[in-house]
């Protein structure tokens, strides 16, 4: 069991933090590949040594010299020159297996392990190199027939084998090709359940990217087709928040200090957002926009944004900030724009007006239009500002919304 850990940590020398899934892959499959064989051959040559015959003895000889050579493909993986790493992991078993065919004969069925090396390199060689994979799988292939169909049945060197020779020389041979076949079955196992892994989280990782993007309906449409997404919202409610003076704060402040109040706030922004059911449009600097009603209706929106919006006073005023929120109700066209980075967006005069509503507003308050007042008049106290010119809009009567009615449901909130 302690060499194990040995093991693993062998192959995968030459792996680096710069190489992608599929490269590295492909370098522990050859280092393991070159770790089996080395095994393997040890253990033949140990057996052909001892087995009693001059062509046996000198196939021996062969695989103790391979058994020294062979470990020189990782020499080459670590130093980050994989293609050769395999060719030489490669052409020395191949070159040993068919020397060792024709040193002992056909009749010793060393050839019965050719066939296996067919498949090898077409998992040592790296995606960049996939002809050469394709063309080594071919050559072997051909080399392969030659060996089972050109070498002689007797060994170049000594007396024929006699039967029970024979028979202990293809019964070795089938037991090597299936510790081959065995050991390959688990390393292409091994590296297939390694990349339906990484292959999982990575959809995991994109689908949570994506949801952190857009609202899960509009996800699952856009996963289903490539059309537009594009609709049209007969009533919702839009509200823009902007932070006070946040232009000369920024001046005062180190940008990693300011980045993370940012964070600080949009963070907690976020989490009312999920708490009351709204959609998070989007932050523009230092606004926040946030819509109820959309991609699902709900008949509770203006409810659920007013709410909302009081909580959000409350969140910056412990922080000794002071927002301008504008509210108001209406119908949008919503919908995702873009091919790359794209995002769920809204579109149409209600957002117009939410915004200009923000930006005529005043510190600390939150101010609505006569939409949004009605909708919410028997639910939430109000102070009447009065009408005032908001730019693009003219003349507009508005109002500050300052707390939830008492006994409505829910605990008072709002400006203090």
Same mark, same amino acid.
């Given at each position: 069991?302690?060499?194990?850990?040995?093991?693993?940590?062998?192959?995968?020398?030459?792996?680096?933090?710069?190489?992608?899934?599929?490269?590295?892959?492909?370098?522990?499959?050859?280092?393991?590949?070159?770790?089996?064989?080395?095994?393997?051959?040890?253990?033949?040559?140990?057996?052909?040594?001892?087995?009693?015959?001059?062509?046996?003895?000198?196939?021996?000889?062969?695989?103790?010299?391979?058994?020294?050579?062979?470990?020189?493909?990782?020499?080459?993986?670590?130093?980050?020159?994989?293609?050769?790493?395999?060719?030489?992991?490669?052409?020395?078993?191949?070159?040993?297996?068919?020397?060792?065919?024709?040193?002992?004969?056909?009749?010793?069925?060393?050839?019965?392990?050719?066939?296996?090396?067919?498949?090898?390199?077409?998992?040592?060689?790296?995606?960049?190199?996939?002809?050469?994979?394709?063309?080594?799988?071919?050559?072997?292939?051909?080399?392969?027939?030659?060996?089972?169909?050109?070498?002689?049945?007797?060994?170049?060197?000594?007396?024929?084998?006699?039967?029970?020779?024979?028979?202990?020389?293809?019964?070795?041979?089938?037991?090597?090709?299936?510790?081959?076949?065995?050991?390959?079955?688990?390393?292409?196992?091994?590296?297939?359940?390694?990349?339906?892994?990484?292959?999982?989280?990575?959809?995991?990782?994109?689908?949570?990217?994506?949801?952190?993007?857009?609202?899960?309906?509009?996800?699952?449409?856009?996963?289903?087709?490539?059309?537009?997404?594009?609709?049209?919202?007969?009533?919702?409610?839009?509200?823009?928040?902007?932070?006070?003076?946040?232009?000369?704060?920024?001046?005062?402040?180190?940008?990693?200090? $300011?980045? /993370? #109040?940012?964070?600080? !706030?949009?963070?907690?922004?976020?989490? %009312?957002?999920?708490?009351? =059911? @709204?959609?998070?449009?989007?932050?523009?600097?230092?606004?926040?926009?946030?819509?109820?009603?959309?991609?699902?209706?709900?008949?509770?929106?203006?409810?659920?944004?007013? $709410?909302? /919006? #009081?909580?959000?006073? !409350?969140?910056?005023?412990?922080?000794? %900030?002071?927002?301008?929120? =504008? @509210?108001?109700?209406?119908?949008?066209?919503?919908?995702?724009?873009?091919?790359?980075?794209?995002?769920?967006?809204?579109?149409?005069?209600?957002?117009?007006?939410?915004?200009?509503?923000?930006?005529?507003?005043?510190?600390?308050?939150?101010?609505?239009?006569?939409?949004?007042?009605?909708? @919410?008049?028997?639910?939430?106290?109000?102070?009447?500002?009065?009408?005032?010119?908001?730019?693009?809009?003219?003349?507009?009567?508005?109002?500050?919304?300052?707390?939830?009615?008492?006994?409505?449901?829910?605990?008072?909130?709002?400006?203090?």
């Amino acid at each position: 069991m302690k060499l194990f850990p040995h093991f693993q940590r062998l192959t995968r020398v030459g792996v680096t933090a710069d190489l992608s899934r599929s490269d590295a892959r492909h370098v522990v499959v050859t280092n393991s590949f070159m770790l089996i064989g080395l095994a393997i051959i040890l253990g033949l040559a140990i057996k052909n040594v001892l087995f009693g015959h001059p062509a046996f003895f000198r196939l021996g000889l062969i695989e103790f010299v391979v058994t020294l050579i062979l470990p020189i493909s990782l020499l080459f993986n670590h130093q980050h020159r994989y293609f050769l790493a395999a060719n030489w992991a490669f052409f020395c078993v191949l070159g040993m297996n068919l020397m060792g065919t024709y040193l002992v004969g056909r009749d010793a069925g060393l050839q019965l392990t050719l066939p296996a090396l067919v498949i090898v390199p077409l998992h040592m060689y790296q995606p960049r190199h996939n002809r050469a994979a394709v063309v080594m799988a071919v050559f072997t292939t051909i080399v392969v027939g030659l060996a089972f169909t050109l070498v002689p049945r007797n060994p170049a060197f000594g007396p024929p084998l006699d039967p029970q020779m024979a028979s202990a020389g293809f019964t070795t041979s089938v037991i090597t090709l299936c510790i081959i076949l065995g050991a390959l079955s688990v390393l292409l196992r091994r590296a297939t359940q390694s990349a339906e892994q990484v292959a999982e989280q990575e959809y995991q990782r994109a689908e949570d990217l994506l949801l952190n993007v857009l609202p899960a309906s509009i996800a699952e449409r856009l996963k289903k087709s490539t059309q537009t997404i594009a609709d049209r919202a007969p009533e919702v409610t839009v509200l823009f928040a902007d932070i006070v003076g946040f232009t000369p704060l920024a001046q005062t402040m180190l940008p990693e200090e $300011l980045l /993370a #109040l940012l964070d600080e !706030v949009f963070s907690a922004f976020d989490l %009312l957002a999920d708490k009351h =059911g @709204l959609e998070k449009i989007k932050t523009i600097g230092d606004a926040y926009m946030v819509a109820g009603g959309v991609p699902e209706a709900r008949d509770d929106h203006t409810q659920a944004v007013a $709410l909302m /919006a #009081l909580e959000m006073l !409350v969140v910056v005023r412990k922080l000794s %900030l002071q927002l301008r929120i =504008g @509210l108001h109700t209406g119908p949008v066209v919503a919908g995702v724009i873009g091919r790359r980075k794209f995002s769920y967006d809204l579109w149409g005069d209600t957002v117009n007006t939410a915004s200009r509503l923000e930006s005529h507003g005043t510190p600390g308050r939150i101010q609505v239009a006569a939409a949004t007042y009605h909708r @919410l008049s028997q639910q939430f106290d109000f102070e009447h500002r009065g009408t005032i010119t908001i730019k693009g809009k003219g003349e507009m009567e508005t109002w500050y919304l300052l707390a939830k009615k008492l006994g409505a449901g829910q605990c008072e909130a709002g400006v203090g």
